[in-house]
């Protein structure tokens, strides 16, 4: 392009600057104007969507990850329905000693669990799970006998030694009851109502405070019930300490930006105004506050962080140009400069979220884009009345960093400035470098992603030293697994499980998930058949087995009736005898091996059913998991891929070039990049913890995108100097607050390190890098490729001309 027409496109950017500027001055003169009405109206607006705030509800279950109408949890209400079953906590009574559990001591201590659990408000009382609630089964002379194993406290070693015979000889309580070398057994309780968890779990460990144990015995509390309410403590107890800190450091970066006290805190007013009215508005909505959500605190801090920053800069800028106008006037002309970059950067970051939205199924995701957008329009309401409302009102104050730059040829002379200037120096006067190195680090980068594995363990949550972390270690360890999944089996009419075809079906899916790996074990009502038919054969072990008879297993169970509690079985099968369930218990539930199991036992499942009419359907917890985790996996590309579009759609509309939204999206690519780097050769799994740091660095980096490349069209339209004079004076005052944007936002939440909470550590490590990445992409990358490629929407309206 030569000289007259780069000339020519410069004056025709200049002219539609100014016809911006005159625009944003007619609309701030009237807001200024009536400052009082605005103030107070948007302070009345934040109060409707604030008095809310209180009534947000928390929903740290994993089953909120999941679309209410998925099939598997559908499945799975199912059988929790018909089967009484609920979330559990386990509390498992540990002795390593020579006896294990089998001592009047421990026992003792079961019995006591057991009453005190029962009398928990939130507990069912006819589903506590123990030895003693259960019953042993021994053969007689007239067929069988049901006698409860602890029909008197267990004091005299006889009454041991009889509870020890009874499990021996019931292999369906060895390693779901009693641990099967004997050194631990558990009590389990099941939730009336699970939004009451944390309460419950609290009650619980207050009561085992008091528990008589004996020595060498040790209590261990874990189970679906217990590590929900024990996360949602666990890290609000941590993030309520780091957030004030996180706080106070990000103050102190403002502080040591602008040096003045309503620099520092009139951009906390803001970011206060957006939290509390996005918390308000989803209270107010009736959505709840899940795990990720903190992730979108963080969104909200450094957005609104940001387009304080941006327009407290412009602001002492006008001040240092004209340090005897007035605060209105000194507020509008402000205002008028960054209405328009603080606009299109809202703009941007909104379509980036409205896109996480639309391309999942799972509410918290979904709640977290629907959100996210709501907070990045909020902070850009505040910022646009709000802030010059009070602003205009306050007698103009010059900045000490501000007043220093205009004292040598207009470049500042602190720290910052000439950092800042000498580093856009060697970008300005290196570009092609800056390029081709920029590549290279893209491509390394690219190579590390590629180590990205996904996976989630819900218990890696916690550190290893944690109560909970090591009950689950342990009883896990000792046990058949905490975990469970479940296959439902379905026949047509009633008593159609009493077929021996379907129980022998169900005895060799039990046989097959044995042999599956972390299956400790599994239980059905065919080991309860199975023992009946033993004991009324003289406890013949030969007749462990399943009678051919359909009458005679009908007999069975009127013989257990005659002496037990039929209700023993209504975990295992119906009232109608129509259906029944096979529990695999699972010593782990991770992602990676629960994708084996899982695909492995539908493989099973639909080879082998249907049979005699039978059924079979897989649920349970472990396969709900297994689906939410999974649709995190195969949607996680897709929402990037979709959120950089939104970007780089609204970067091309908003500056009428689609050169403009390729260069928008490379700050915001380089995020999610190197965030995908840093968690591949670290060895960050991708899940749920980890699945919003890309929105993340979408939602952050957009800020310094849109921002450089703004100001790089107003250095452009000076129609004096070369390309590379013009791009060099951004680095002073756009570049500076630029800098102060990153630092406040990585500083401040690089406290989250120092957390107690593995998950709070990686997230402000990981916030850390996708601000630094972006920041340093959008500062030497941008201005670089507009060097080298010299794109006409930096000088020109004519789009058609790129």
Known sequence: ?????????????????????????????????????????????????????????????????????????????????????????????????????????????????????????????????????????????????????FETLPVAQANVDRIKTGVDNFPLYQGSLVARNGKATVVIGELIDPDLATETYQEIMTLLEEAPASPGDALHVTGEGAVAAYLSTYVDSDASRLNPLAAVVITIVLLLAFRTLRGTLLPNLIVLLTAGGTVGAMAASGVSFYVITNGLIVCMIGIAVADSVHIFSQYYEEISKDPLADGKTVTQRAMSAMWKPV??????????????????????????????????????????????????????????????????????????GRLMHRFGTAVVNWPLGVVV???????????????????????????????????????????????????????EQAEGVLEPAVLRQIDQTQRYLETLPNVGGTTSIVDYIKRMHQAINEDDPDYYSIPDNKNLIAQLFLLYSASGDPSDFEEEIDGERRLALIRANVAVNRYQDNSVLVQRVTEHLNESYPVAGASATLTGDLNVDYHWIDGIVKSNLLSIVLCLSA???????????????????????????????????????????????ASIAIGLGVDFSIHTLHSMQEKISAVTGSWNERLVTLYASTGRAQLFNFLAIALGFSVLMTSTVPPLVRFGALVGVAVASAFLAAMTLLPAMALVFKPAFLHSNQTEKE
């Open 1 to 149: 392009m030569n000289k007259e027409t780069d000339v020519i496109g410069s004056k025709q950017m200049l002219a539609q600057l100014k016809e911006t500027d005159m625009q944003g001055n007619r609309v701030f003169s009237q807001l200024i104007r009536w400052r009082w009405p605005t103030l107070i109206i948007s302070l009345l607006f934040f109060g409707v969507l604030a008095v809310n705030a209180p009534k947000l509800t928390r929903d740290t279950s994993s089953d909120a990850f999941i679309d209410p109408l998925d099939p598997a949890l559908l499945n799975r209400e199912r059988v929790e329905e018909i089967f009484g079953l609920a979330d559990p906590i386990v509390i498992a009574v540990v002795n390593e000693g020579k006896d294990g559990i089998y001592n009047p001591g421990s026992l003792n201590l079961v019995a006591w669990i057991t009453d005190q659990l029962m009398r928990v408000g939130n507990i069912d009382p006819d589903q506590v799970t123990s030895l003693a609630t259960e019953s042993s089964i021994t053969g007689t002379a007239s067929g069988m006998e049901v006698d409860d194993f």
């Open 343 to 416: 606009t299109l950067t809202t703009l941007t970051t909104m379509a980036g979220f409205f896109a996480l939205a639309l391309t999942t199924t799972m509410p918290p995701i979904y709640y977290f884009g629907i959100f996210g957008a709501w907070a990045v329009g909020l902070a850009w309401l505040f910022s646009m009345t709000t802030l010059p409302a009070i602003l205009s009102m306050l007698k103009p104050k010059q900045s000490r960093s501000f007043r220093a730059a205009t004292e040598e040829r207009g470049l500042s002379l602190n720290v910052t």
């Open 437 to 491: 190195t920029g590549t290279l680090i893209a491509v390394i980068a690219t190579v590390g992603a590629m180590f990205v594995v996904a996976n989630e363990e819900r218990i890696d949550s916690f550190r290893t030293e944690e109560p909970i972390h090591i009950a689950d270690r342990t009883i896990n360890r000792l046990m058949d697994g905490t975990y469970y999944l479940d296959v439902m089996i379905e026949t």
């Open 647 to 693: 970007v780089f759609l609204m970067a091309s509309i908003l500056f009428r070039s689609l050169v403009a939204g390729l260069f928008a999206t490379v700050p915001v690519s380089m995020a999610v990049l190197f965030v995908y780097a840093v968690m591949g050769v670290s060895g960050i799994w991708l899940g749920v913890s980890t699945s919003m740091f």
